[in-house]
């Protein structure tokens, strides 16, 4: 059974839909925690709303990265609340080795463009702006690189002539919420199997 914890910053539609998920049975799963670097992240309120623990972690003095002491106490928060897998979703952070020895191909993150094109922040608008008529999302394994881990599942959208980067965006997201926990439930049922960086997913 995976216990789960979330790590994100922002609204947290990702982990809503992993939560619904969980609540209409299509994904086999059990959210020990869910976790946020800034303390107004809506995503822990999404937590509170379903009595889920939500733990807000102060990551000073890093801007970017989740290290030092706030990466031991993330350490010893997952320890407590019995987790077994980590799922980034909307967490704006570089993962260091602390964490990732820790939860090492138990890691998975969520990234809005067809990776390896566009990683790092802003996928969805790098992809835009770059004028491609096709992009997506990618849930891979978190590894010591930005966006760079096994890919696990893709989805795929147009991007048209009528679209706005926000139209774009909303086309976007409603594949990430299907995307994350179809991975999830593939990860939990045990048929997703690696070799070197390829994954295949086991009928
Ligand atoms: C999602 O689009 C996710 O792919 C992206 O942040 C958004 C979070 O939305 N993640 C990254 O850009 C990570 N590099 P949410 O908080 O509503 O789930």
């Known amino acids: 059974m995976l216990k ?3 790590f994100g910053s922002g609204s947290g539609t990702n982990c809503q839909a992993i939560i619904d998920a969980i609540a209409a049975g299509t994904l086999d799963a059990e959210i ?3 976790l946020a ?3 107004e992240a809506y995503i822990l309120e999404r937590a509170k709303k379903h009595n889920i623990p939500a733990i807000y972690f102060d990551c000073a003095p890093f801007k970017s990265k989740l290290d030092g002491e706030a990466e031991q106490k993330v350490l010893q928060t997952l320890e407590e609340h019995d987790v077994n897998f980590i799922a980034l979703a909307g967490f704006m952070r570089i993962v260091k080795d602390g964490l990732l020895k820790a939860y090492e191909g138990r890691m998975i993150n969520i ?8 990683p790092g922040l802003d996928g969805g608008k790098q992809a835009f702006d770059y004028g491609v008529k096709f992009t997506g999302c990618t849930v891979h394994f978190v590894d010591a690189g930005v966006d760079t881990g096994a890919i696990i599942n893709q989805k795929i959208i147009s991007i048209d002539d009528e679209d706005t980067l926000e139209t774009m965006m909303n086309k976007l997201h409603a594949q990430e919420h299907i995307a994350y926990p179809e991975a999830l439930q593939w990860i939990s049922e045990g048929r997703v199997k690696r070799e070197g960086r390829k994954i295949s997913v086991q009928i």
Do not use: G, M, R
């Open 4 to 6: 789960l914890a979330i």
């Open 111 to 118: 990234h809005p463009s067809l990776l390896p094109s566009f």
């Open 37 to 39: 670097d800034n303390e």
């Open 32 to 34: 020990k925690c869910i």
